[in-house]
C-alpha cells in the first residue's frame, strides 16, 4: 500500500513525487519508458526561469528522478495496464504486479501526432520521424523536410539545419504560429527553406524515403522527413472515468481534481494545458500537494 502512485515520469509526474515524499508520503511513481518523459526528445531548452545554459532534454531532465529519490520516491520502470478503484482505495495494474494507493496522480502526458500522409505509417523508421535528437545524425549533408509551423518545428528545423544539408519547412498555413524570436532564427537560417499553404500529400521511396509529394502535386526529393503537427494527450488509462473535454484532456479544477476524488491529473494530460515544461512542473507541485491533504484527511 502506497500513500500516492503516480503514473508517468516526465516533468508533471516527477515535479509530483518531489513535493508528494518530501511531505512525507510513500510514494511510487511508475514509467513504462525512461524516466524524463517527451521532453528528453527535444533538441534544446532555453525558456526555462532560472536555467540559463540551453541544453537538450536528456540534460534538462537528468537530476529530476534523483531529486525525488532523494526524498524517499520510489521509481519503476513498469507500464501500467489498468486503474481502477475498489473499496475507496486504487488499484494500479501493471504488466507485473498490483499496487495499491489512498490516491493516483495521472501525468501520462502527450505523444507526437500523426501529420495522416500516405505513406507515413509505412516508412516510419525509414525516412520518417517524430524526433530530430534521436534521428537526425542519420542526414548528415542530406536533405531533409519539416512538416509543422509551431515552436517545437521551428527549433527542430533549426536542429536539422547544423547537420543536414538542406531543410525543407513546410506550413500549411501562410505564417507560423511559434514565437517571435524563433521564427528570426528560421528567417536568417540560410540553408532552411520555406514553403508555406502546403501540405504533404505522399512520401515515396524504395525501401526508405526518396521524396515528398506536395498538396499542389510539387514533388521534392528528400533523404527523410520530420513530422511535427501537435501532440495527442495520453488518456487511454481514464478515458471512461472521469470527464474529459473535446480534445480528450481531462477536466480538472484549480487544485488538478479530476471529477473523481483522490484522482489527480497533471501535465500535458490536463484541460487548457499549455504544453510547456515549466507548466507542468507547476501543475504537478499542485497536484502533489493537494494530493498530500486528500491523503492526510483520508486518514483523519
Same mark, same amino acid.
Given at each position: ?128 520521424? !517524430?524526433? $530530430? ?9 542530406? %536533405? /531533409? @523536410?519539416?512538416? =509543422?509551423? #509551431?515552436?517545437? *518545428? ?109 484522482? !489527480?491529473? $497533471? ?9 510547456? %515544461? /515549466? @507548466?507542468?512542473? =507547476?501543475? #504537478?507541485?499542485? *497536484? ?13
Amino acid at each position: 500500500m502506497y500513500d500516492v502512485i503516480i503514473i508517468g515520469a516526465g516533468p508533471a509526474g516527477l515535479s509530483a513525487g518531489i513535493y508528494t515524499s518530501r511531505l512525507g508520503m510513500k510514494t511510487l511513481i511508475l514509467e513504462k519508458l525512461n524516466p524524463g518523459g517527451q521532453i528528453t526528445l527535444s533538441s534544446e531548452i532555453e525558456n526555462y526561469p532560472g536555467v540559463c545554459e540551453v541544453k537538450n532534454g536528456i540534460e534538462f531532465m537528468a537530476c529530476w528522478p534523483e531529486q525525488a529519490k532523494k526524498f524517499g520516491a520510489e521509481i519503476k520502470s513498469e507500464e501500467v495496464k489498468e486503474l481502477r478503484i475498489e473499496n475507496g482505495e486504487w488499484r494500479v495494474k501493471t504488466s507485473k504486479t498490483i499496487y495499491k494507493a489512498k490516491a493516483v496522480i495521472v501525468a501520462t502526458g502527450s505523444t507526437p501526432k500523426k501529420a495522416g500522409f500516405e505513406g507515413e505509417i509505412e516508412y516510419t523508421g525509414r525516412g520518417v520521424s !517524430y524526433c $530530430a535528437v534521436c534521428d537526425g545524425f542519420f542526414y548528415k549533408d542530406k %536533405v /531533409v @523536410a519539416v512538416i =509543422g509551423g #509551431g515552436d517545437t *518545428a521551428l527549433e527542430e528545423a533549426l536542429y536539422l539545419s547544423k547537420i543536414a544539408k538542406k531543410v525543407y519547412l513546410i506550413h500549411r498555413r501562410d505564417k507560423f504560429r511559434a514565437a517571435p524570436s524563433t521564427q528570426k532564427k528560421v528567417f536568417n537560417t540560410p540553408n532552411i527553406e520555406i514553403i508555406y499553404n502546403e501540405t504533404v500529400k505522399k512520401v515515396f521511396g524504395k525501401e526508405f524515403v526518396e521524396g515528398i509529394i506536395l498538396s499542389s502535386n510539387k514533388e521534392i526529393k528528400v533523404d527523410g522527413v520530420f513530422v511535427f503537427v501537435g501532440m495527442k494527450v495520453n488518456n487511454e488509462l481514464i478515458k471512461d472515468l472521469v470527464e474529459l473535454n473535446e480534445w480528450g484532456e481531462v477536466k480538472v479544477n484549480l487544485n488538478m481534481e479530476t471529477s473523481l476524488k483522490g484522482l !489527480y491529473a $497533471a501535465g500535458d494530460i490536463r484541460q487548457n494545458s499549455v504544453k510547456q %515544461v /515549466v @507548466a507542468a512542473a =507547476g501543475d #504537478g507541485a499542485v *497536484a502533489g500537494i493537494n494530493t498530500v491533504k486528500y491523503v492526510e484527511h483520508t486518514k483523519e
